[in-house]
């Protein structure tokens, strides 16, 4: 498979090897640690394979507990704590070389008609996704053509990303700028039909941006950095159906960083503005 999207779809297809045990592969990367949001999406994965089709997903509340190691399997078990009328409760425990790196409780909702709907605009216009250029065409476009780590990573990239507002290139730049982000994202491919694909494949990308919030006021997205960082926990909501294979916009701020953590909360929306889901990570931050 040459197809980015194609792969991602791959690796979320769990193998299962007991009654409520699967089995993940985790791909070998040139990073220190497995991507978070491959776990998370994998782990949903598990927990959806275990419930009804007919009750899609509406929270994940999940801890990063240890870093995964890249190239070596992930296992992933099943506790079923509660199988209601209206609800389902799974808790995933995700184990590699006998040691838990991640957990993750999700609830599934049998939909349902509510007395009332309201949700709140986004927070600002931005331009049109195709009027924008990809995080590739702007590091081309300043560097006069792309490190040849960034476009191996570019190639295997399953997300189409583009930010609203423009890269900053330096310290001066990002002096002053608001701890705020926006990007449009959607699958460099199709994803095929199955909810449950699109809603862990949304999972596996609501990890990618979101902590970039809270590195705008301090250091360039692009470059080298000043901080490590690493994901300390991830909660999302997931309100309406959608598809990851079409555009959405990730709408991003971080209200604080102290004490070596930061906080970023996300809201995804479609293209006509309507709230698809709500996403809250706290990242830990320590200088290098």
Same mark, same amino acid.
């Given at each position: 498979?040459?197809?980015?999207?194609?792969?991602?779809?791959?690796?979320?297809?769990?193998?299962?090897?007991?009654?409520?045990?699967?089995?993940?592969?985790?791909?070998?990367?040139?990073?220190?640690?497995?991507?978070?949001?491959?776990?998370?999406?994998?782990?949903?994965?598990?927990?959806?394979?275990?419930?009804?089709?007919?009750?899609?997903?509406?929270?994940?509340?999940?801890?990063?507990?240890?870093?995964?190691?890249?190239?070596?399997?992930?296992?992933?078990?099943?506790?079923?704590?509660?199988?209601?009328?209206?609800?389902?409760?799974?808790?995933?425990?995700?184990?590699?070389?006998?040691?838990?790196?991640?957990?993750?409780?999700?609830?599934?909702?049998?939909?349902?008609?509510?007395?009332?709907?309201?949700?709140?605009?986004?927070?600002?216009?931005?331009?049109?996704?195709?009027?924008?250029?990809?995080?590739?065409?702007?590091?081309?476009?300043?560097?006069?053509?792309?490190?040849?780590?960034?476009?191996?990573?570019?190639?295997?990239?399953?997300?189409?990303?583009?930010?609203?507002?423009?890269? !900053?290139?330096?310290?001066?730049? $990002?002096? *002053?700028?608001?701890?705020? %982000?926006? +990007?449009?994202?959607?699958?460099?491919?199709? &994803?095929?039909?199955?909810?449950?694909?699109?809603?862990?494949?949304?999972?596996?990308?609501?990890?990618?941006?979101?902590?970039?919030?809270?590195?705008?006021?301090?250091?360039?997205?692009?470059?080298?950095?000043?901080?490590?960082?690493?994901?300390?926990?991830?909660?999302?909501?997931?309100?309406?159906?959608?598809?990851?294979?079409?555009?959405?916009?990730?709408?991003?701020?971080?209200?604080?960083?102290?004490?070596?953590?930061?906080?970023? !909360?996300?809201?995804?929306?479609? $293209?006509? *503005?309507?709230?698809?889901? %709500?996403? +809250?990570?706290?990242?830990?931050?320590?200088? &290098?």
């Amino acid at each position: 498979m040459t197809n980015p999207a194609e792969r991602l779809v791959d690796l979320l297809d769990l193998e299962q090897i007991e009654v409520d045990i699967f089995r993940g592969r985790s791909p070998h990367e040139s990073l220190q640690r497995v991507f978070g949001g491959q776990v998370a999406g994998q782990a949903l994965v598990a927990a959806g394979r275990t419930t009804e089709g007919d009750r899609p997903v509406h929270s994940l509340h999940a801890y990063f507990l240890r870093p995964g190691r890249p190239g070596v399997p992930i296992v992933y078990q099943v506790e079923r704590v509660r199988d209601g009328r209206s609800f389902t409760t799974r808790r995933v425990t995700a184990v590699q070389q006998g040691r838990t790196i991640f957990n993750l409780t999700a609830s599934f909702h049998r939909p349902e008609e509510g007395p009332f709907e309201h949700q709140l605009p986004p927070a600002r216009e931005v331009p049109d996704p195709e009027s924008l250029p990809t995080v590739a065409d702007e590091v081309r476009e300043h560097l006069g053509a792309l490190p040849e780590q960034f476009e191996r990573m570019a190639r295997r990239q399953p997300f189409d990303i583009r930010y609203a507002d423009r890269l !900053r290139w330096s310290p001066e730049e $990002v002096k *002053g700028a608001e701890p705020r %982000s926006a +990007v449009w994202m959607r699958a460099v491919g199709p &994803l095929g039909d199955d909810p449950l694909v699109h809603t862990c494949a949304l999972t596996y990308a609501s990890d990618m941006t979101l902590l970039d919030a809270v590195r705008i006021p301090v250091e360039p997205l692009w470059g080298p950095r000043n901080f490590d960082m690493a994901s300390l926990d991830h909660a999302m909501w997931f309100h309406r159906p959608f598809r990851a294979d079409e555009w959405f916009l990730y709408d991003q701020e971080s209200p604080i960083a102290t004490g070596g953590r930061g906080l970023a !909360r996300g809201r995804i929306y479609d $293209v006509e *503005g309507r709230l698809l889901v %709500s996403v +809250v990570q706290e990242g830990l931050f320590r200088a &290098l």
